[in-house]
């Protein structure tokens, strides 16, 4: 039964008249008697009484109207209720992120987007796991890995470039590597995920296996805070240590050989037709906190040599 029918019912029933509900509907008498017809065939009774002179309801065709009735309503205010969600995002919205993508530079900014929102529910999963949206039931992910769906909608929150990086207690008592050849005279720090450092020669790139970590882990934050803490050489997401580069507590190493091998942070999406207020308004608001570059990529400044060297005296 298509909706179409219940419309052209109604109108019969309102009018009274079979042949002035089908000019309406743009069909001629034999094709308006044809189509009520049909609906009273499709329901097993007649629903209109015709006579000479005008055409009235049974008393199925008045208890089909009543129903048909509240059918046309409900669809109205659905669809009513589609037209202003169009501006304002409701409902739940599951989001999937990285453990320090999320704690550094999603939570912060959640309470403000929830007082622009107030009637959408965040259902935030914090994972290094990437997970398959669709199968698991996410509206969305923050992923800086490359995207193996090449299905997947994604947007450009930031880029993604790693440094090699150690703490200035870990150089002063090292040293500072000049190229990676130097590595092998160093402390690295292992992360089970990425067991080569690809960096960018003057020649082309350069990769070097990590066969010999004075420590190792599969968690990013535990590399991380091995750094923090001096225990040696980690690469590391300019998004994640920005800050601790900006501070002095971690300085970059080797610059003349950049990480290799990086990318972008993207928020991405199942495909559709119409893609939900609650994933639009959540990524440009993101946009909006993050600028363009996304303030990780220029807002930090590397110790300089002058500074390194005077820390480098103060523990000595």
Known sequence: MRLDDLKFFKRVAELGSLSAAGREFGLS???ASSRLSNLEKELGSQLVARTTRRTGLTEAGQVFLRHACN???EMDRAKALIDASEDTPRGTLRISLNVFFG?????PYLLEYRQLYPDLRLDVDMTDRIVDLVDEGYDMAIRGAPLPDSSLIARKLGGNQRVLCASPEYISR????????????HDC??????????FQGPEGEIAYHITNPVISGDSGDFAYDAAIFGLGLTVKSLAHVWEDLRDGRLVEVMPDFPIARTGNIYAVYPPAKFIPPKITTFVDFL????????YWETDYRLPSASKLGERQRQTT
């Open 71 to 73: 059918a046309l309503g």
């Open 189 to 198: 720090i292992g992360f089970e995920p990425m067991p080569v450092w690809y």
């Open 287 to 294: 946009l909006s906190k993050y600028g363009r570059p996304a």
């Open 103 to 107: 704690r550094k530079h999603i939570l």
């Open 29 to 31: 008498p034999s094709a």
């Open 174 to 185: 090292k040293g500072m590597p000049k190229s990676p050849d130097d590595l092998r005279s």
